[in-house]
């Protein structure tokens, strides 16, 4: 079979294309013929920087969809032939997958293949920051940094679902800031000035619920855009700032609170709470209060192509590898 590996870390040029044996399901496992595979930031920070890496040669891809093509002992309610999503943590950029059991997902009806690539790690994120974590409650604001990406789509769309009363966003570019307004936002700030403009929209008061993916400065700022009993939530160091601290006299003062949430380590250290997760968040698809579009497609020996894109933080939405036919 064919696959996309890095075996040094550095640019877009280190994937290299593969061949390799397909895998065969161990016990509670499932493989699965791919047909397509989400491309995520946290490809990008592995093959620069080593993030969840273990070691080299290392094949990238969180997220893939497609048919069963065998399962393992113990495993039931997987019928082989089955379109499914998956959620495999490493090595979607494969033809041929493996992922555990409980990360597998039928595809709820109407739900094409291509479309169901871009779900196992975005949705139940979003579902998780506005819900589970961010605690959203009707009527309440919210800032999204990064409103434009795959993430940012979807909580979007789902803060509107959940009677928001305003959703603002933050974007790097005007191109970004007028794609996130197509998807739930009623404004979208700039990175240089979104304390300010967040006050200045609320009338001094705050958001309730800052979502941020980027950290460092831009998250530590973001404790000036909270209005009181605020919930700052991190999901990600996208930005590669330093960490920092932040203490009692930051917090109790105006009752703010900060969070952090990450489904890969749901998944790894809590599978069944990641499972209702994702069902949860799949029925938001279901129902239609959420579409996420796929803005740009490449084959799997395009990977580096993709890369460069995502990389390059120009692009919106989601990004898919076209893998199998």
Known sequence: MRAIEFHEYGGPEVLRPVEATAPRPGPGQVAIDVAWAGVNFADVKARTEGYRVDRLPYRPGLEVSGRVRSVGEGVDGVEVGREVAALVG???????????????????????????????????????????????????????????????????????????????????????????????????????????????????????????????????????????????????????????????????GQGHSVAGFSVLTLAQTAPAAARALTERALRAVSEGAVNLPVTAEFPLADAAEAHRLLGGRSSTGKLLLRVGD
């Open 90 to 252: 490493r090595g979607g950029y494969a033809e041929v997958v493996l992922a555990r059991a409980d990360a597998v997902f039928p595809l709820p009806g109407g739900l094409d293949a291509r479309t169901a690539a871009t779900l196992p790690t975005v949705l139940p994120t979003a579902h998780a920051l506005i819900h589970e974590v961010g605690r959203l409650r009707k009527g309440e604001s919210v800032l999204v940094h990064g409103a434009a990406g795959g993430v940012g789509t979807a909580v979007g769309q789902l803060a509107r679902a959940a009677g928001a009363g305003a959703v603002y966003g933050v974007a790097s570019t005007g191109a970004k800031a007028a794609y996130a307004l197509e998807y739930g936002y009623d404004e979208v700030f700039r990175p240089d000035a979104f304390v300010e403009d967040v006050r200045r929209a609320t009338g001094g008061r705050g958001v309730d619920l800052v979502l941020d993916p980027v950290g460092g400065e831009t998250l530590r700022r973001g404790l000036g855009a909270l209005a009181p009993f605020g919930r700052l939530v991190s999901f990600g160091n996208a930005g590669g700032g330093a960490p920092w601290q932040v203490g009692p006299p930051e917090l109790y």
